[in-house]
């Protein structure tokens, strides 16, 4: 079984920083074998693919409404994912998702492994 665990979300102000970060474990689960997203679903709107991440951490893809904002890492050696997003907006508020795949993009039927999210909420 695997455990995925977002952290980190919260309260900012509009145009702050938050991180958020996400552990990944279970038996027989090698972090460093899978690619890594984020997703978030808004209230009232479909869960959407924010970005993502290739399994060695060299290659990234992000969602247009976010490039220049968030960037993806990750720490193989932690088991660890990141998202850092800078200069959020109201338009960020959401519920954060991490999820683990061996395809690459941000689909949500790419990845088979999902954390229950953290919540991120922009104030003005």
């Known amino acids: 079984q695997v455990q995925v665990l977002e952290s980190g979300g919260g309260l900012v102000q509009a145009g702050g920083s938050l991180r958020l970060s996400c552990t990944a474990s279970?038996?027989?689960?090698?972090?460093?074998?899978?690619?890594m997203a984020w997703f978030r679903q808004a209230p009232g709107k479909e869960r959407e693919g924010v970005s993502c991440i290739g399994a060695k951490g060299v290659y990234t893809h992000y969602e247009d409404s976010v490039k220049g904002r968030f960037t993806i890492s990750r720490d193989n050696a932690k088991n660890t994912l990141y998202l850092q997003m800078d200069n959020v907006t109201h338009e960020d508020t959401a519920m954060y998702y991490c999820?683990?795949?061996?395809?690459?993009?941000?689909?949500?039927?790419?990845?088979?492994?999902w954390g229950k999210g953290t919540q991120v909420t922009v104030s003005s």
């Open positions: 999820a683990a795949g061996a395809d690459w993009g941000l689909m949500e039927s790419m990845y088979m492994f």
């Open positions: 279970g038996l027989q689960f090698d972090f460093g074998d899978y690619n």
